[in-house]
């Protein structure tokens, strides 16, 4: 029987001996995977598979100034025929909601980078398939939350002034108030632990990124789990 990992945290010490590092080791060690276009229900109030818009029926938010400018740049590059949605917008990065963060344009419903079924130059984020065609790793393209998800990190500064970190699955309340509302969310979704080996293995690239390579090789080795050759 399907089900999803308990939640049960190993710690880290950074190289840099002022950082902290807490893991959820039962997602980092569990068998999920993206299941877009194969068995997602998006987040919706109600699920909508046929949509194929899985987790980005909604603009991003960006992390600030620079990647809202870097991911503006890359949008230049793509050729129409592989960004179903480019010139549909004035800006496909902008300042949006009373906060004014910066956050991808939206188009019909979803992320403007989001192309739909059917689209001749393949459906799925441009930005993605950008990065593929260009041979490099789409975690260098795609906004930093998109290139994470499904997992998450928290930090904060612990009572003796260390930075802590907190990596683990992206939950409901992550979303915000819309979260409650959703029909579906995968890491709370058994069918979506079918994956062929564990996600710190398979999420290798997203991991690094956010780890550094010291951090990631040493969660391996705690987990007794071996990087992907």
């Not at 991808?104 to 950008?130: E, K, M, Q, Y």
């Not at 612990?158 to 683990?168: K, L, M, P, Q």
């Not at 058994?190 to 951090?215: C, H, I, M, N, Q």
Request: some cysteine; overall charge negative; charged content about 25%.
């Amino acid at each position: 029987m399907l089900s999803t990992p308990a939640r049960r945290f190993v710690e880290l010490t950074d190289p840099d001996g002022r950082t902290r590092w807490r893991l959820d080791a039962g997602f980092l060690t569990s068998n999920w995977t993206c299941l877009w276009g194969r068995g997602c229900q998006g987040i919706h109030d109600e699920r909508r598979p046929e949509l194929a818009d899985g987790c980005c029926s909604s603009g991003v938010v960006l992390t600030g100034d620079d990647e809202a400018r870097n991911i503006a740049a890359l949008a230049d590059t793509i050729p129409s025929e592989r960004f179903q949605h480019k010139g549909s917008v004035t800006t496909v990065v902008g300042r949006h909601g009373p906060a004014g963060r910066w956050a991808t344009a939206v188009v019909d419903g979803a992320c403007v980078f989001l192309n739909r079924p059917g689209f001749a130059g393949g459906a799925g984020c441009a930005l993605h398939l950008a990065a593929v065609d260009e041979d490099d790793d789409p975690v260098h393209w795609k906004p930093q939350t998109c290139s994470r998800l499904p997992i998450r990190a928290e930090e904060r500064t612990s009572e003796d002034g260390a930075t802590e970190i907190t990596v683990r699955a992206w939950q409901r309340h992550d979303w915000g108030p819309g979260g409650a509302t959703m029909a579906w969310w995968c890491t709370e979704a058994p069918e979506a632990y079918v994956g062929d080996g564990p996600v710190v293995v398979r999420l290798e690239s997203e991991l690094r990124d956010l780890l550094g390579d010291a951090v990631y090789d040493a969660a391996c080795a705690h987990l007794q789990l071996g990087a992907r050759p």
